[in-house]
Each structure stands twice: as structure tokens, then as C-alpha cells.
């Protein structure tokens, strides 16, 4: 187990973020295609079968091929833990993320069979949804934290309100925002068709007056998206403007995939990428708000009467 950041931890952080935004991609095509129900029993596949029987057809098989991907979330959790095992004490705060995305996992399979047990009761499968897009942040964290390989700087709170100050507030505004429209995206979902099963039931909300509420949120995370690149370029953060300009250009492309489903009947492939999307949004988002928190922190400490650390012995974070 390595004592320090290496090429195989930056692998694993970097695969973690990826399964986590992947199954919620194949848990959408489950939703999406009417296979939420393939396999009726959990942990089971039916009452007598682990695996689908060829009697469950195509449904059985969409099913429980995203059932078994959580074998793989497992897998690379328990690498991501092992890879990073070494570090604690290094104050990169490498140990505690990676142990969480290992117990969400756990904690989402069980609640994956739960809401098949409750026949996909809407409300079991946004929150099902919404447990994924907290663990796509943990490991976007995390993933971040990995690729600086360097000690977590202490909180910035107190910093000014002005220049990179400002920029974390709004960072922090822009987050609250992604989180809310995709919150509300879900509620949207879940009074649409694509329940997952034609038995299943809706959460009972007006879809075409969702799909407007929808967009409310989403209009004021656009305006605060495009302030966010202004300022995050302008503060010459490291790393600050790359990620903002990411969540401005995932913003937009999710307009238009939302405006282009609600006009086509909402088709599958559309519904899919806006889906992927969300977490995707969501990963990037972290990392800005990560890479400001670093950026607004050093800040401090280059301000602070020992400088930039020459005459106290202590080096700047970066």
C-alpha cells in the first residue's frame, strides 16, 4: 500500500468518480427501457433464481446487468480505500472521503433493493438518484484532493468579501443552485412516463407544469454560472476558470438537451444524456468549489504577518 500519492491512487480516484456517474447512466437505461422491475425480488432475481431466467427476457437482463455493476462500485471503493490507507497523517484527508464512498455504496444497494421491494415508488427512487449524486461529489472530492497530493488548507471562513473571497461565496451559491435544479429535475422525472415499469406509480405531480418549475432554477443557475467564469478568471486561481468555464458550458448543454427532450415526447437517448449530465455537472461543480476553497485559503496564508510561510518554516498551499 503506498505511503504517498501515486500514478496507481490517481487511477483509482479517477475511476471512482467514473463508476459512480456510470451507474447512474445504466440505472437511468433501466428506468428508461421498463426494466425497473426485470428482476421483481431483491437480492434475488426472482424467488427460486440469483440470475435472470430466460423467461424474463430482455427486462431481466437490463436489470440485473445494473445490479451487477455494483460489484464493480464495491471493487473499486475497497481499491480506492487501500490505495489511499497510507496517507493518513499527511493531512491530504485522503481516508475519510474513500471510507464514505465505500459505506454509500453499501448504503445505495440496499436502498437499489428497497425500492424494488416498494415496486418503484417514486420518492425511493429519487432518493436512490440523489444518494448517487452525493457519492459522484465525495469522490470529485476526493479525486481533486488526490490530484494536488498536498495537505488540506484550513478553513477560508472569514475572508473578505471581495476578490477571492467573493469568488468562493458565489462558488458557493452556483453549488446550492445545481443542487436545487437537479433536485427539481428529479421531481420532474418522477411525474413523467419513465417510471420504470408500466405498473408503477407517479408521484403524482402535473408533468408539463414541473417541466416550467424546472427551468426556473435552472435560469438562475445559468446567470450565476456565467458571474462564476467571470470572476473565477479574473482571481487567477489555479484551476479556478477551467472548472468554472466547465460547469458554464455543462449548464448550457443541459438547456438545450432539456428544452430539445420536452419538445420531442422526451425520448430515451435525450433523457439519458440529460441524466448522465446532472452528475457530471455536479462533479464539476465540487471541483471549483474545491479548487476556490484551496485558492481563497492560500490566500490567507500568503496575507497572514508570516507571508508566504519563508520566516515561520511553513510552505504556502497551493
Request: aromatic fraction near 6%; include cysteine; glycine fraction near 10%.
Amino acid at each position: 500500500m503506498p505511503q504517498r500519492v501515486t500514478r496507481w491512487t490517481r487511477i483509482m480516484a479517477w475511476a471512482s468518480v467514473t463508476v459512480h456517474i456510470l451507474i447512474v447512466t445504466t440505472g437511468g437505461l433501466v428506468r428508461l427501457t421498463g426494466s425497473g422491475l426485470g428482476c421483481p425480488t431483491w437480492p434475488m432475481c426472482t424467488e427460486d433464481s440469483l440470475v435472470p431466467t430466460p423467461e424474463m427476457g430482455f427486462h431481466g437482463i437490463i436489470e440485473f446487468g445494473n445490479r451487477t455493476l455494483t460489484g464493480l462500485l464495491c471493487a473499486v471503493a475497497l481499491l480506492m480505500f487501500l490505495a489511499v490507507w497510507n496517507t493518513r497523517g499527511s493531512g491530504m484527508r485522503l481516508v475519510t472521503p474513500a471510507l464514505w464512498i465505500g459505506i454509500l455504496t453499501i448504503v445505495q444497494a440496499v436502498v437499489g433493493g428497497v425500492t424494488v421491494w416498494l415496486e418503484l415508488h417514486p420518492a425511493a427512487v429519487g432518493i436512490h438518484f440523489l444518494i448517487s449524486a452525493v457519492l459522484v461529489t465525495i469522490a470529485s472530492t476526493l479525486l481533486v484532493r488526490v490530484l494536488r497530493a498536498e495537505p488540506v488548507p484550513a478553513s477560508p471562513l472569514g475572508a473578505s468579501l471581495s476578490g477571492r473571497g467573493l469568488v468562493l461565496v458565489l462558488s458557493l451559491v452556483t453549488a446550492v443552485w445545481v443542487w436545487v435544479t437537479v433536485y427539481v429535475g428529479s421531481l420532474t422525472t418522477g411525474s413523467g412516463p419513465h417510471a420504470g415499469d408500466e405498473a408503477s406509480a407517479r408521484n403524482g405531480l402535473d408533468p408539463e407544469l414541473m417541466q416550467h418549475l424546472h427551468s426556473y432554477p435552472a435560469y438562475i443557475l445559468l446567470v450565476c454560472a456565467i458571474v462564476l467564469v467571470w470572476l473565477s478568471v479574473r482571481s487567477r486561481i489555479p484551476g479556478a476558470g477551467a472548472t468554472a468555464i466547465g460547469v458554464l458550458a455543462l449548464v448550457v448543454a443541459q438547456a438545450v438537451i432539456g428544452v430539445w427532450q420536452s419538445n420531442t415526447g422526451l425520448p430515451i437517448g435525450l433523457v439519458s444524456a440529460h441524466m448522465t449530465l446532472s452528475c457530471v455537472t455536479i462533479a464539476v461543480m465540487t471541483a471549483n468549489l474545491v479548487v476556490v476553497r484551496r485558492g481563497v485559503a492560500a490566500s490567507r496564508v500568503e496575507s497572514s504577518p508570516a507571508g508566504a510561510g519563508s520566516r515561520s518554516g511553513v510552505a504556502p498551499v497551493r
